[in-house]
T-cell receptor, first 114, second 116 residues
Framework: GAGVSQTPSNKVTEKGKYVELRCDPI?????LYWYRQSLGQGPEFLIY????????DSGLPNDRFFAVRPEGSVSTLKIQRTERGDSAVYLC????????????FGPGTRLTVL | AQSVTQPDIHITVSEGASLELRCNYS??????LFWYVQSPGQGLQLLLK??????LVQGIKGFEAEFKRSQSSFNLRKPSVHWSDAAEYFC??????????????FGQGTTLQVKP
């Protein structure tokens, strides 16, 4: 079956612009996660959705970052007024439920802010 | 706070040699532990996981890991490395939390290079 997909695979933008990153989870997975991976580092948690609601957004670095999942499936991570420090690979993962269930990762979106 | 440490940033082994990648964690309760592999241009793939029970767990691609509570370690091993094992390896611990989040906390990763 289809895995987690993310679009675009690469995004180059200018400082100050707005970007949207999309994640399409595995069908039937109620839990969805966003992580950010900077160069040479492990992924860092950003936000967790259970269904349509953001159950844990403790990893969002500031109020420029926002994510939605309006129908409990596709999710969009939105970054306003991008900064060069936002450059990273943004990973999405989904699992059947939250908790300790296995998370399946997408290939990521590489964001470059010039 | 929960954390994961992978002491070795980069490891080089010869093809056919054995491999051990180290992982130490800090977590207040019994941890759920994972090893993921990330190949260039590909997503993270789960190699194996430990939740409870037998402390030696078997995974895919011939990998195994041993949970040692007394040492707060969860080292990854493979008896004979193949050239295709060259990749980045991440150890992670799950924190469940009050909202049943299950967020993964990753180590910084170990890059494995395999010499022919």
């Amino acid at each position: 079956g289809a895995g987690v997909s993310q679009t675009p695979s690469n995004k180059v933008t200018e400082k100050g612009k707005y970007v949207e990153l999309r994640c399409d989870p595995i069908s039937g997975h109620t839990a969805l996660y966003w992580y950010r991976q900077s160069l040479g580092q492990g992924p860092e948690f950003l936000i967790y959705f259970q269904g349509t609601g953001a159950a844990d957004d403790s990893g969002l670095p500031n109020d420029r970052f926002f994510a939605v999942r309006p129908e409990g499936s596709v999710s969009t991570l939105k970054i306003q007024r991008t900064e060069r420090g936002d450059s990273a690979v943004y990973l999405c993962a989904s699992s059947l439920r939250g908790g300790g269930n296995e998370q399946f990762f997408g290939p990521g979106t590489r964001l470059t802010v010039l | 706070a929960q954390s994961v440490t992978q002491p070795d940033i980069h490891i080089t082994v010869s093809e056919g040699a054995s491999l051990e990648l180290r992982c130490n964690y800090s977590y207040g309760a019994t941890p759920y532990l994972f090893w993921y592999v990330q190949s260039p241009g590909q997503g993270l793939q789960l190699l194996l996981k430990y939740f409870s029970g037998d402390t030696l767990v078997q995974g895919i691609k011939g990998f195994e890991a041993e949970f040692k509570r007394s040492q707060s370690s969860f080292n990854l091993r493979k008896p004979s490395v193949h050239w295709s094992d060259a990749a980045e390896y991440f150890c992670a611990v799950v924190t469940i939390g009050s909202s049943n989040t299950g967020k993964l906390i990753f180590g910084q990763g170990t890059t494995l290079q395999v010499k022919p």
